[in-house]
């Protein structure tokens, strides 16, 4: 697998993301081939799509500021942060816990890096219909069947950094299963399913970086990945009550609550 940085003129909301993308690939003589696969940052994504808001238009609730005190936050980045979240579980300093489009994720994905003072990006409103836009109008400006992630970074259990996840995508099957295989030893695998657009979002991170390189796009080639024209996003959410970690923090709340 081969992974190669695609550095763009810095991205204004209303542009056309493919344009930019195609000219970068023009200027670092990157010609895209059959199969290849786009990583894009959702920050790009939710700058084009105008996902940008300014904290100053926004009034923060008691709520958010009780929160924010209590974990050192900006009440009124907290209030978009309560907007954009379907449930906080809690905190530590400066993030809160929050699940966002059945991701766990600090903050719901709002971000106050690479965006003009005083704003914050917001996830884009649906990631994997981006994924398929950016698909179609890849395929009808170049001919090529290319597979698109929309990915954004996250935290681990107990791990310290961020990793890649991928929010949204189109043209591969983002999930591989081993539950009909055999192990070296010939056992059955019981459980295991392979998260193939999160481990591919995890080498895109790796790449992009996290501060100021001007990377928010990877080309991927030869990934061990099965293409497809439709896919089912919905194979990479687990049910709350079969996830480990989401399984424990409803238990959690639930003996809080009573």
Not at 35 to 48: F, I, Y
Not at 135 to 155: A, F, P, Y
Not at 199 to 214: F, K, N, T
Not at 236 to 252: A, R, Y
Request: with cysteine; net charge positive.
């Amino acid at each position: 697998m081969q992974l190669f940085r695609v550095s763009t003129d810095l991205i204004k909301p209303g542009d056309n993301l493919v344009n930019l993308i195609l000219d970068a690939l023009d200027r670092q003589k990157l010609a895209i081939e059959n199969g290849d696969l786009l990583a894009v940052t959702s920050k790009v994504v939710a700058t084009v799509e105008r996902r940008l808001k300014k904290l100053s238009s926004v009034e923060p609730s008691e709520k958010a500021k009780k929160l924010a005190k209590q974990y050192d936050l900006e009440p009124s980045f907290v209030e978009v942060v309560l907007q954009e979240s379907k449930m906080i579980y809690g905190g530590v300093p400066k993030a809160l816990l929050t699940l966002k489009n059945n991701v766990l994720t600090a903050n719901a994905g709002v971000d106050h890096k690479n965006v003009p003072e005083g704003y914050v990006a917001l996830w884009p409103k649906n990631s994997q219909k981006s994924a398929e836009k950016i698909r179609k109008e890849m395929l009808e400006r170049t001919g090529k069947q290319v597979g698109v992630l929309i990915i954004d970074s996250r935290v681990t259990p107990l791990r310290m950094g961020t990793t890649g996840v991928a929010l949204g995508t189109a043209g591969f099957e983002p999930v591989r299963d081993y539950r009909l295989d055999k192990d070296l030893y010939h056992n059955s695998i019981s459980i295991t399913r392979q998260a193939i657009a999160d481990d591919i979002a995890s080498a895109a991170h790796l790449m992009m970086g996290e501060s100021s390189a001007q990377t928010p796009v990877i080309l991927i080639r030869n990934a061990p990945v099965r293409l497809c024209d439709k896919v089912n996003f919905e194979s990479t959410i687990i049910p709350k009550k079969e996830c480990l970690f989401t399984n424990l923090l409803l238990q959690k709340s639930l003996t809080e609550s009573r």
